[in-house]
């Protein structure tokens, strides 16, 4: 997919690792991260939704919330 950015300010604070960690490694320290260890996993979707909506409206990710995660910032 041309066109297609897969890195970002913050994966380039990663380099040397982004590439080798694997998708799961980052979701579980993600999910780990936005519930406080794991306290509020009942949490983690919505919490990581509202994160990724926040990265995108600060310009700090280009791609904007899709599938559940959209409708999970669509809170109205």
């Known amino acids: 997919m041309a066109g297609f950015k897969t890195h970002n300010e913050y994966a380039e604070q990663l380099r040397g ?6 998708k799961a490694v980052l979701a579980a320290i993600a999910v780990s991260a936005m519930t406080c260890g794991g306290d509020h996993l009942d ?3 919505s919490l990581i939704a ?3 909506q926040a990265l995108h409206n600060q310009g700090i990710v280009p791609q904007a919330p899709r599938g559940e995660a959209k409708r999970l910032t669509n809170k109205d």
């Open 50 to 52: 509202e994160e990724w």
């Open 17 to 22: 690792m982004y590439d080798d960690i694997p």
């Open 43 to 45: 949490e983690a979707k």
